[in-house]
């Protein structure tokens, strides 16, 4: 990509003048690119490396990956749009128009610029990997050697929406958990800071003798109102010690990703999960033509469950000294027997991708359950920690004031 500085007529008369970005060497690409609508140009120079770094710096922009839904829907509309006999450009153009955000407006326009300059689709998707995960750009890749673009574009539609399916059930199968402990650490905060010196008072005027219990939770009340900043600023810190680690740290990252996977209910979502994204992943990737090696080490880079990622690489050592796919997966214990199974079917029928479908279509469908039934699985948990609670509070609290009517009654 070139910088280019302009000044043209255009077929109204107008004047207009500037600095455009094209993907050209030459003077003549440029000016047949600036004239290809009608307009004439006076002149077009090149501009020399020093301006266009400065250029290139002051354009600089941090692009943030574009959620999954989003890209699904435009390269399902790209899809549609080839389908009907529409040019790629105009494809393009067309299903980028309208978004919310100007940005990925002015990428596509840049990959339309890079296709017109004689690039390929998946050559041009490379600079915008932002847009363009790794298995789509090689899912493009297959369309342009095949002539079926509009078919692995629809592929790479429908890949990417069961993924995000995955991923947001199992947000919501761990919001539910997350927001109920969550609200009953801030009751029992609530309780201490505010109705528990209320009744403080009342003992203070009874002049009774408080047996430990009700002693116990009237000191941690007491520390709770004299440090309840600090209290608060702890936890905040806390959170975001703990999200910053787990996004820069790799060992902590394995460390909660392996309690996560020893917990009741965190394990059977978290497990669920990943081996549905494992077997979504690698199906596809064997699909697309790619050899194990090469769809092992993209699998690797995009597990994000440090647990699972180790295991991976466990499994393309044995790949590497020339075991069998199915003989791989069994030597590394993580993966369940029913996994290696159906893999070793897979391999010995020749239809591995189908029976990795089924793998990942099978651990969906428990994700989906599990989401549906967390709620009563929860429940006891959630109704012996909170009965606890309230039973010590209530029994602290309470219990004095018991003891004196008891006495008074007996006068």
Known sequence: MNYFRYKLIDPYGRILSGITKLPYREVMSAIS???????????????????????????????RKLPRSFQAEFLNNVSMMLRSGTTLTTALEESALGSDSPNFEEDIKGIIL???????????????????????????????????????????????????????????????????FISMGAGLLFWLYYVVPKI???????????????????????????????????LILCIL???????????????IDALVLKMPISKSISTASVLAFISEYFSLL???????????????????????????????????????????????????????????????SGKLPEQLAYIAEDYRNKLSLLVATIGKTIEPIVLVVAGTMFAIMVGGLFLPIYDLVSKVSGR
Do not use: W
């Open 33 to 63: 690119h600036l004239e290809r609508d009608g307009s004439t140009t006076v002149y077009v120079k090149k501009l020399g490396r020093v301006l266009r770094l400065f250029l290139e710096l002051s354009t600089l922009k941090l692009r």
């Open 114 to 180: 890079d296709i017109q300059g004689g690039a390929s689709f998946s050559e041009a998707a490379e600079r915008y990997k932002h847009i363009f995960p790794k298995t789509v750009i090689h899912l493009i890749r297959l369309g342009e050697e095949t002539g079926k673009l509009e078919r692995t574009l629809k592929d790479a539609s429908e890949h990417l929406n069961r993924i995000q399916t995955i991923v947001s059930d199992t947000k919501q199968a761990l919001l539910y958990p997350g927001f109920v």
């Open 200 to 234: 403080v008072a009342l003992f203070r005027d009874m002049d009774v003798a408080l047996p430990a219990l009700t002693v116990f939770i009237l000191r941690l009340s007491r520390f709770v109102q004299s440090n309840i900043v600090k209290i608060i600023v702890v």
């Open 241 to 255: 010690s703990i999200v910053f680690s787990y996004r820069k740290s790799r060992r902590f990252r394995r460390l």
């Open 286 to 348: 064997i699909n697309v033509g790619l050899d194990v090696m090469q769809s092992m080490e993209i699998l690797k880079n995009s597990v994000r469950n440090e647990v699972y990622r180790e295991k991976l690489e466990e499994v393309s050592s044995c790949l590497s000294r020339g075991e069998g796919i199915a003989a791989s997966f069994g030597r590394v214990p993580i993966f369940p027997s029913f996994v290696v199974r159906m893999i070793n079917v897979g391999e010995q």
